[in-house]
């Protein structure tokens, strides 16, 4: 063998061996982050992705790229949303440099009242409101919600902003891989519901990776929302039809619940955590979970603990107990009960709350604190104006209740299932209630500026994925690809707003990632470890570098999604 074969062969080794490994940043990132100047879209499907920037590049703003990436996500991803869910967005005005809320979820049937409800359950052998069936729908928010957004902050009209989204519904598109999954999976129980497969098994089968899917009835009732605005669909037929089958079914959804039906604007709350301000919107939603954790987690040294150390993830877990405590006691519609967001999120509190956790033991259980009152999408659009909004929409569990409306292409969420039945709970069932909500858009300001627009998928997880992600960035000082890239931890079983309580500790759930000797460490301290292939969430985010003026856009590889920028 020549001197000259022996070099090249090394210097080919060498190089197959340099790219096993990230040149920059942490190893377990999927990608670089994505960096423009113009605008920036990051969503859970690619094809949403492209339709937001074109949005953009026509003039749009960053609600109008929001809402048609939305509009098109509930054709793509009806695993997770669609115009029979809710919706909230929290947004940054660059115009008047203010953060502003929007909680578009939809309230329970005036004519069902609690003793009417519990009669249906006790002939059905029921005791909670069941996940699927009419009678955990709720009013849909999210058309609402998109025509709120649109009239103060949208620049085109509402023709053009929904037209990708119609186009695609009667073209067809191919339907990526973890919604082709998802879709299956769904496919199998709820295909007993009238409507099902008409809509969504149009080939006697759910649609599988990479098939063409088409949804003419969905394009029609687009289109007729284009038309005619938000009373097209909560006062015309649309409406009618909605309330028909519904009731054909079981239900009490009335056409009065949809006409009278209307979002509201709220102050986003905030808490100041190591010099950022992270923002949430408070009850009916969880996003205040989030808060306290912070709140509680600022008062240890998480930077020296080290990402992955079985000293962080201790009091990150105990952590998430206490908050879901008073999540379970105090989150609730706040037209129905004084939700005392101010205690729970004060400083004080937290301390007090801190000093229940022991650093060598993993708590059964925590009691709530006594204070004097008491799947889904993500995406985030920033314009090339400095408007950002981070937005979600969701039917709640997967594709929703399973009741279709006749012959319109959507399912009705099944929110109305976690209200509980215990009487005197703040979030007991009641007619015309907001129930407890687990979708949450989340933001970040830094000296009054924007600084990041971000959002976690996935129920219960999403508050414990908030924090993650701020703690990923602030304390162990990873980028905003990295940040949503790093294994994730989820806790289940705290105390839940439908009344179970929790009493043996809960399960601590560890992505791969995490080292065996951590697991070890932390069974020896009395967490339950389990595992599972997912429920870690689905991660968007966009940050604002105002130095440089240029927007960084990041999509985690749980999920099908993509940023993207120009």
């Not at 020549?2 to 060498?14: D, R």
């Not at 994505?34 to 094809?47: D, E, F, K, N, R």
């Not at 949208?154 to 989204?165: N, W």
């Not at 070890?520 to 870690?536: D, Q, V």
Request: charged residues 20%.
């Amino acid at each position: 063998m020549t001197k000259f074969t022996l070099t090249l062969l090394f210097l080919t080794l060498s190089l197959n061996l340099m790219a096993q490994d990230r040149l920059t940043g942490k190893n377990f990132a999927t990608r670089s982050e994505v960096i423009a100047t113009h605008g920036m879209a990051c969503t859970s499907q690619p094809l949403a992705t492209q339709v937001a920037l074109d949005i953009l590049k026509q003039g749009g703003s960053a609600i109008d790229a929001a809402i048609a990436a939305n509009a098109c996500l509930g054709l793509m991803e009806p695993t997770g949303n669609g115009i029979g869910g809710d919706l909230f967005a929290l947004g940054w005005d660059a115009g008047v440099g203010e953060l502003y809320g929007l909680n578009a979820s939809g309230r329970s049937p005036k004519a069902l009242t609690l003793e009417k409800l519990r009669a249906v359950l006790e002939q059905n052998d029921k005791t909670q409101i069941p996940a699927l069936g009419p009678l955990p729908v709720s009013v849909p928010g999210c058309v609402d919600g998109w025509f709120e957004l649109h009239a103060k902050y949208g620049k085109l009209p509402i023709e053009k902003v929904l037209a990708p989204a119609i186009q695609y519904a009667r073209e067809g598109f191919p339907v990526s891989e973890l919604i082709a999954y998802y879709w299956g999976r769904s496919a199998r129980y709820l295909n007993q519901f009238p409507g099902f497969e008409e809509t969504y098994m149009p080939d006697g089968h759910a649609p599988t990776k990479g098939e063409i899917f088409k949804n003419p009835r969905l394009a029609n009732t687009l289109e007729k929302i284009a038309k005619g605005g938000r009373d097209a669909f909560y006062k015309g037929e649309i409406a009618r039809t909605i309330a028909a089958t519904v009731q054909e079914q079981g239900g009490y959804i009335s056409y009065e619940d949809l006409a009278t039906h209307q979002s509201e604007w709220v102050n986003p709350v905030s808490t100041n955590y190591r010099g950022y301000d992270v923002w949430e919107l408070p009850p009916n939603g969880q996003g205040i979970a989030a808060l306290q954790m912070l709140n509680i987690l600022e008062g240890y040294d998480l930077q020296t603990m080290g990402f992955g150390s079985e000293a962080y993830l201790h009091v990150l877990t105990e952590a998430k107990k206490l908050a879901f405590e008073d999540r379970a006691k105090y989150y609730a519609d706040p037209a129905f009960n004084r939700i005392p967001v101010e205690e729970l999120l004060a400083k004080r509190y937290a301390d007090e709350r801190r000093k229940l956790i022991d650093l060598q033991r993993s708590a059964r259980s925590y009691p709530a604190g006594k204070l004097k009152d008491g799947d889904t999408i993500y995406l985030t659009v920033a314009d090339s104006d400095g408007n950002m909004v981070s937005f979600i929409q969701s039917n709640y569990r997967g594709m929703g209740s399973g009741v279709i409306p006749k012959d319109l292409g959507f399912i009705l969420q099944d929110r109305g299932e976690l209200f509980t039945m215990e009487e005197g709970h703040f979030n007991v069932y009641a007619p015309g209630k907001r129930p407890f909500h687990t979708i949450i858009p989340a933001f970040i300001t830094k000296d009054g500026k924007p600084f990041m627009s971000f959002g976690v998928m996935g129920g219960g997880m999403q508050p414990q994925g908030h924090v993650q992600i701020v703690v990923n960035m602030i304390d162990f000082d990873m980028n905003l690809q990295e940040a949503g890239d790093a294994p994730r931890m989820r806790h289940d079983g705290s105390s839940q707003p439908t009344g179970e309580a929790m009493d043996d500790g809960g399960t601590l759930y560890l992505e791969s990632g995490f080292s065996f000797d951590t697991m070890r460490a932390l069974r020896k301290k009395g967490h339950k470890i389990g595992f599972t292939s997912g429920g870690y969430g689905g991660y968007q985010a966009i940050m604002y570098d105002a130095e440089q003026g240029v927007y960084y856009g990041a999509s985690e590889s749980r999920k099908d999604g993509q940023a993207a920028g120009y």
